[in-house]
């Protein structure tokens, strides 16, 4: 993203994620590119130079001030600072940092709300070590959406594939149920207004897969895609969605299938990340659509092995990042588009009006 001299450069709140794990380094990592953005840490900034140290790396801290900026030298990086509350040990996640975890996504998400930030990008988390200080957390879509009092959906993306989920963080065997026709509904208005607002997409094509496998082959493998899915399907379409499916798993992935989407609706996690994640690891990126405010995460974990050593991949931070400004900049265009269309519906109506 190029940003001229005299324009100010897009905030972008990062979240350092569990302290024990890559998320530090790999802040540090993102600083030194020469993206045009202003990038503000919210975490400890003490945490940050041990994490440099590690990484052999130069950085400037430097305490955010909220003013904005026109330009930042590879290497620098503000700093929204929240405390630790226990030093860190890299790969060992301590649950006593539960709390300055939490702490940080709240930060980030009130930024965004209230115009600090332009977007939020997580580096990755531990949910067990929060889970283990007795806090119920089951991930950062639910706390963003819970926070921000609204319905959400879990998407995934490469610059050759978007995939969003039905349903997210749950045991395979409790899915049927989770599948209902009012949670169809609500995830694909969302998504096909997300294609729309966010990625610039006039009329989205949608693939949905099927629940079983053959999407239930007649009802042969399972009722659901006869009983809820195409139902619904039918019923969106009747709205002006362009929606495809139920298509079987298996195939909806294939080269000849592709050409005919833009997005694909998967019924549960593991039916379609791994593919996703098999081709372009390093490149997927982690969003959060129907917030009110954009967010992107890596799409990996923790990695506590790799955690202290310096030499973890910042390659999924950067494409992250790189996305929340690409969605920035078509927010831009499309706030300016309503804003236009508003305009000229105002004209209309006043030289209608006698």
């Excluded at 930030?117 to 531990?126: C, F, H, I, R």
């Excluded at 050409?259 to 098999?278: E, G, I, N």
């Excluded at 997927?284 to 659509?289: I, S, W």
């Amino acid at each position: 993203m190029n940003t001229s001299a005299s324009t100010a450069l897009p905030r972008l709140a990062l979240t350092a994620g569990e302290p024990a794990g890559v998320g530090p380094e790999l802040l540090v990592r993102l600083a030194a590119t020469p993206l045009a953005a202003d990038l503000i840490a919210i975490t400890d900034r003490d945490l940050l130079r041990r994490a440099a140290r590690r990484c052999d790396a130069t950085i400037e801290l430097v305490d955010d001030d909220g003013h904005e900026r026109f330009e930042r030298r590879p290497g620098s990086l503000r700093v929204h600072h929240v405390p630790l509350l226990g030093a860190e040990q890299p790969g060992h996640p301590d649950p006593c940092n539960a709390a300055h975890v939490l702490a940080t996504l709240a930060e980030a998400a009130d930024g965004c709300l209230h115009g600090r930030y332009a977007a939020v990008v997580t580096a990755p988390l531990q949910k067990a070590t929060i889970n283990e200080a007795g806090i119920a957390f089951s991930g950062h879509t639910e706390f963003f959406a819970q926070l921000a009092h609204a319905e959400v959906v879990m998407m995934l993306a490469s610059p050759e594939l978007r995939v969003a989920l039905a349903t997210t963080h749950l045991p395979l065997r409790a899915v049927p149920a989770a599948i209902t026709a009012d949670g169809l509904v609500r995830t694909l208005r969302i998504v096909h207004g997300e294609l729309v607002a966010k990625f610039g997409l006039a009329a989205p094509r949608i693939a949905v897969l099927g629940l079983n496998p053959h999407a239930g082959e007649g009802g042969h493998l399972g009722r659901e895609e006869l009983d809820i899915i195409i139902p619904t399907l039918e019923r969106l379409r009747g709205e002006g969605m362009q929606l495809i499916g139920p298509l079987p798993a298996d195939t909806a992935f294939v080269p000849a299938q592709r050409a005919h989407y833009d997005a694909v609706l998967a019924m549960y996690h593991d039916q379609a990340l791994p593919v996703l994640k098999s081709e372009a690891f390093d490149r997927t990126v982690n969003l959060t659509l129907g917030l009110p405010f954009i967010r992107t995460s890596v799409d990996h974990g923790t990695a506590l092995d790799l955690a202290g050593s310096g030499r973890a991949d910042p390659a999924s931070l950067i494409a992250a990042t790189n996305m929340a400004l690409d969605l920035i900049a078509r927010r831009a265009v499309h706030s300016s588009s309503c804003e236009r269309a508003a305009e000229r519906d105002g004209d209309s109506t006043s030289r209608r009006t006698p």
